[in-house]
């Protein structure tokens, strides 16, 4: 195989490496949903604490 066939080679095998990543980035974008129900169940988590609480605590502590 000469340099020019393994060029050849080697641009075909790239053009397929990368169609076939971005075929399947498509494909996970567009066929990937949440629905409704599962965007009402998740909420954002508040870093809140209740410092009486934490101070109950640390009375038990033995």
């Known amino acids: 195989m000469n340099h020019k066939e393994f060029a050849i080679l080697a641009i075909i095998l790239f053009l397929s490496v990368f169609a076939w990543i971005f075929f399947g980035i498509y494909h996970a974008r567009t066929t990937s949903t949440v629905s409704q129900k599962e965007l009402h169940q998740v909420v954002p ?10 101070n109950v605590l640390r009375g038990r502590e033995e």
């Open 45 to 54: 988590l508040t870093p809140k604490f209740d410092n009486d609480i934490i």
